[in-house]
């Protein structure tokens, strides 16, 4: 059952028919009525420059990518608060986060049977590395766990190569995650994997792995797509094949970060917060910029563009971006925690994190009668075409005040190419186009605006 | 005028009238009736399995990328002759042949202002080194020659780096080849291109460069489309750019290698050739599958396949992997020079350079009564889509003895990704498709039997 009921009616055929016919009865106005002049204008600005899009390209030409730990990381943060308080944003300021510091170092992983070449990989974010020298082994070559359970025996003393074919990020990413630990139980000296990746140009892609508590560990780095399909074929033919495997891989004490965020106070409620963003560390190769500095950018850009046009609304946004999601999500644990007096008056959480392209709408995560009153907001971006909104939304960083209560949504985007460019050397600026990033602005700035002035909070599932 | 005139008549639609209506008088067999049913064979045997695209994997696997003067590329030489013999191919040799070495040792690009970074780069095929311990110097990124030469002061001491989008091959590798000259006749101390390429995911491409014989000669690397757009954005900020860059380039004595042939000898005139094939050389990144492995292995399967199905043509048919074809053409020039008394004999000649990927026709060179004919050829393919036949066809390796006369022709293949791979380390069996290299196979083997078994050889243009 919802906490609150909406006053908002849906805009219906009658409703319509009856503004065409006759003087309209007293009653609550719809949210297109209300709302449509005003979504207008803020597409119409979004669309009139490439603003978004030189924000993004400046912050990571200027920082480049910005893993938990790093110095870059805090340097691009200093530059947001700096910036957003030239925007003219209230309350900007940095949270602070300690965040886990794994940094990668030199590595390599050469092919020295059948034949010497240099393979194109990339350590796995928290691997330890190597032994001094590296490791030098035969390689068992499998296509997925269960090849690896029948063939167990094989792998003791050896590198294990998982080369699994990517189907869905959320079945792919278990050999990510798991391969070291699966490895390791057979007796293996280091894991590889096919990257997870949808399409590959011989880059290849890193992203978050971890130990289980119980076996050795031992070092775990992924293989570009292209390589590792080559040694599967090698050892189908009946090919022995030995890899030398070095990384410099280590993991050093927590260091200090920040939540970094900013504020368009509300005019009413200013207690009352619609939080919006993305996360602002990245993986320690390209830039960043997919993954997640458009997400920030995008939910920045929107609230600048409200100030920007004088529209202030009933409650406060609040623009996020978190820190540490990739390899640990301390920021947005840190976020709840911060904010955990308040959370009861959070009233939508939205987290761009899935690439700022094209948007087509959003989905979400909250309780019937919230959707309703949503599914209203997102039709006042048809033009854009961004009007779907569907059920399912969320984001890593909005998790954990989701799971408090707090109504969570993301943009729905065209993200085909997503998993071409995550967690690899080519997440750079270029692969965001500057008109679909001024549309998803203008999509984020109506929803939030909207939902940050309604008459009432967006009705909450009772818990 | 044409030398000769084929005996086959274009299948008209009064033709077909007549075979309809009543018993065909005494005329020639078209090309369709005499051969629609072998080609109909050959297409269904080509696509029966997947083994041109094993092949490549297996060769391209083995060997590795190929270039002129390495042992890899004469080690693949080997095989080539070793499988063409298993596969019963007639008077299988390597035809000798001197060829450049130029070595790329170790190199980088290091940005290092305004921010540490690592470039993607690739040196630039024939390019000198850098002094031991590099060149560091500030950058002038210029947009094309034409701002170079306005901005001409400027570049004295610099490296200056061309960021030229990508229109046409033509147009852009340009910059490729003349960088250097261009840049060392401003007083730059070295020349950075944008790769050429018509998509990146961070992939740098090499390819041939050239100094002429007036200026200094500088060194030459491409960057990654990425590295080369963020510099310039970086300039276009204001701020200074300086890059180390250290490259361990260097052009040894020329080697030996070799033109790798084999042949199924015709029945009748086997002293007339239709020649076909491809380059086995490959710059040394990736694995040159595309570029051109794939084009060699195409034009032997294809030859394979006709002797499999016991199609022994009037005339013979010669598979030739050239070599060189990369950086020097000497194998081009070789061919025609050892076979200079039999140009007048070589009835047509096909290159296949431009990937193999899915077919759609075939481009010609030739007299306009040879391409009456060749079309004809063509609709035997009209089943998979490959019966367009067109003018412009030939390939850098034919086209030496293209200019003695022999009629030159290129398959036509949707290759709208062709320059997302070229020259890069993206260039690997993965991206070649095993039913389109399958159809491919068919199209040539059809094409070049049909040709060496015409009654008539092509009509030649009149010299």
Redesign the interface.
Known sequence: MPRTRSPYVVCTLAGALLTATAPAPARAQTIAERYQATADRLVAAALADSAAWNRL??LT????HRLSGSE?LERAIDWIIAEMQRDGLANVRGEPVMVPRWVRGEESAELVR??P?RL?MLGLGGSVGTPRGGIEAEVLVVGNREELDRRAAEARGKIVLFDVPFTTYGATVQYRTNAATWAAQAGAVAALIRSVASY????PHTGAMRYDTTGPRIPAAALS??DA??LH??AN?GERIVVRLVMNAETLPDAPSRNVMGELVGRERPDEVVVMGGHIDSWDV?TGAMDDAGGVVVAWEAVRLLRRLGLQPRRTIRVVGWTNEENGLRGGTAYRDAHAVELDRHVLAIESDGGAFRPRGFSFSGSDSALAVVRQIGRLLAAIGADSVGRGGGGADIGPISQRGVPAMSPMVDGQRYF??HH???D???KLDPRDMGQLVAAMAVMAYVVADLPEPLPRVRR
Chains 1, 2 share one sequence.
């Open positions: 390209a400046e030409d200027r920082f480049g870059a059948p034949r070449a194109a590959s140009m011989r880059s797509v292209e399909a080559m074929r090698m033919r390209g071409w460019f690899s050397p080519a750079t600026a270029d």
